[in-house]
């Protein structure tokens, strides 16, 4: 599997091609099974209460639950928001009560604008725009979507209307605007513009629809399903369709950037934060706080793994030698390419089988590169005998 996008090359040791006087050969080694490579994925966002005082905090986790870290240990906040890249994400600061911005190691924090009330704040991909709901309280029951610029200028609400109630909305991959809509008895999915065009309605349902948010492409879609007795994760196809549940009571479920795995929380004794892959298998735990509103940082990936070189020579007639690299294996991708080099200054054989005849006996550099998906490249020597 290749992610759409890297961060620089790390090494990673592999064995070189062995070859002894007499050429013997290696025994093929075949790639150890993996578990799904969830670590490429970026950091976890999310909010965390503490103890009994209601104050909250955001936090950020590796996907894998190690290198926790409190973004906001004195002034606290909530609600916390990845830009498009990744490298900073917004909250709402409780004790400035300001829209605050900061890089995922806690560094460069700064006010965005100062913050008027509402929940949920929603940067947009491109991080020009910033989007946001009406609080919820019984005196404010006829809740709407907000939109401003990142700096808080040129407000405006697009889905306005009193009939309806427009909430919990979240960006789409092509900046359209994904909320949940009640009329009456009726829950809707709906997706529109951010200047209020293009609106339709994705998925309808008798019971409580919450937080809907789409992968990066949207192809899929995933929602809360609440009936009055149990919040249970719906995931659907991105244009609605298919709508079936794939996880035990949960909530607040959005997308891995790569779109394999989703996160969500959970209460009770299985309180935090959780992924899974899209059918509902493969349950991990990534926390175990009374943990809410998980964001994936999108875009980001590991490192590449470079592949493992793995070679045999024998000896297949006089002053020949074949060449086998069939143990060779990429653990992040595939292979792509191979280069066999002979040390007796001929041209390279790009073959993962290669056959080589040398014009006279000697001692020789055998050289085996092989090159992943990537473009990343080992290479593994070894001196042979050839007579």
Known sequence: MTPTSRLPLRALTALALVAASTLAGVAAVSPAAS??????????????????????????????????????????????????????????????????????????????????????????????????????????????????????????????????????????????????????????????????????????????????????????????????????????????????????????????????????SRVGANQGIWTMRLDGTDLRRVTSGPDQSPQWAPGSSAPNIAPHAYGSAKNSASRALFGNAAASFDEDGSIVGYEWRWGDNTPMTPNKYAWHKYASPGTYLVRLTVVDDDGAKTTKTAWVNVS
């Open 35 to 264: 578990a799904d490579p969830i670590v490429y994925n970026g950091k976890i966002a999310f909010t965390r209460a503490s103890g009994t005082s209601g104050v909250q905090d955001v936090m950020v986790v590796n996907p894998d639950g190690t290198a926790a870290l409190n973004l906001t240990p004195t002034t606290h906040g909530m609600w916390p928001s990845f830009r498009g890249d990744g490298s900073e994400l917004a909250y709402v600061d409780m004790a400035t009560n300001q829209l605050t911005a900061v890089s995922p190691d806690g560094t460069n924090k700064h006010t965005l604008f100062a913050w008027s009330g509402g929940i949920k704040p929603r940067w947009s991909p491109d991080a020009t725009r910033v989007a946001w709901t009406d609080d919820e309280s019984p005196s404010n029951a006829m809740q709407t979507v907000h939109l401003s610029n990142a700096d808080g200028t040129n407000p405006q609400t697009p889905f306005a209307s009193d009939a309806l109630v427009e909430a919990d909305a979240s960006w789409s991959g092509n900046s359209q605007l994904v909320f949940r809509t009640v009329q009456g008895t009726d829950n809707y999915v709906s997706i529109a513009n951010a200047d209020g065009s293009a609106r339709s309605n994705l998925f309808h349902g008798a019971a409580g629809v919450w937080g809907p948010s789409l992968d990066a492409n949207g192809s899929a879609l995933v929602f809360e399903w609440f009936n009055g007795q149990e919040n249970r994760i719906v995931l659907a196809s991105g244009d609605g369709s298919n709508a079936h549940f794939v996880a035990p009571a949960g909530a607040d479920a959005v997308f891995s950037p790569d779109g394999n795995r989703i996160a969500f």
